[in-house]
């Protein structure tokens, strides 16, 4: 099984409609990440948490919103889409402060905002 | 935030050297470069990461210039499977957050 999933892997919406995407992670790592691609960018830094109180924002968090359930879950919700938040999202996780931070990276999930 | 700047894209012979050159001229003294790869229709993936001294690794190896404004990725045998875009990334020695850039497109040859 995966290490780290994510959920929906692909997600067609309407602009102004609230969704959720959502990551789990099996590797028992504090640090979990959430980031954008769009089409021949890199990864951008949307939210990221170092533990279930510790949230914070990126690069680019307006439009964005993050809930740290528990240590293994980290969700993303856009509450009103729009078109240009169509991208590929990415959830990863790292390892401790004490570590070297490799991180490691979901699947990706595929968002379409019509 | 200290930046890298990597080429666009890069094309290789199967089964000869590879080698990924990435600027990070702004880099401080306790960032680390790490390099990362991304094949197509997945996530990113680790392949290596260095602080001063060349590494070396089952993946690939790394050589960091002696003032640490560069660095270059080195694959010894490059094969079809290694075509991806690779990032050179510095891992914010604060936050331990990854800035990524663009990367550089590997296309490899048969």
């Known amino acids: 099984d ?3 999933t994510q959920t929906p892997r692909n997600r067609i919406t309407k602009t102004g409609k609230r969704i959720m995407l959502e990551c789990s992670q099996t590797k028992g790592h504090d640090r979990m990440y959430w ?3 769009d089409p021949g960018l890199g990864l951008r830094l949307i939210y990221y948490s170092f533990d279930v109180k510790d949230i914070n924002k990126g690069e ?5 919103s993050v809930s740290r359930q528990a240590q293994a879950k980290f969700s993303l919700s856009l509450e009103s889409a729009i078109p240009n938040q169509t991208a590929l999202y990415f959830c990863a996780t790292s390892e401790p402060l004490a570590g070297l931070g490799t991180q490691y990276f979901g699947p990706g999930t595929r968002l379409l905002v019509l | 935030d200290a ?3 990597q080429p666009n894209s890069m094309e ?3 089964e000869e050297p590879v080698h990924l050159p990435c600027n990070h001229s702004t880099i401080s003294g306790t ?4 390099w990362y790869r991304q094949l197509p229709s997945q996530g990113p993936e680790y392949v290596i990461h260095g602080l001063t001294s060349n590494v070396n690794n089952r993946m690939a190896s790394l050589a960091i210039a002696e003032d640490r404004k560069s660095s270059t990725l080195i694959l010894h045998r490059a094969t079809l499977r290694d075509a991806a875009v690779y990032y050179c990334i510095l891992r914010d020695s604060g936050t331990y957050k990854y800035i990524f850039g663009t990367g550089t497109r590997l296309k490899v040859l048969a």
């Open chain 2, 12 to 14: 290789s012979n199967e």
């Open chain 1, 60 to 64: 680019i968090s307006d439009g964005y």
């Open chain 2, 31 to 34: 960032d680390y470069i790490h």
């Open chain 2, 3 to 5: 930046k890298t700047t």
């Open chain 1, 35 to 37: 980031y954008r691609q």
């Open chain 1, 2 to 4: 995966a290490d780290v």
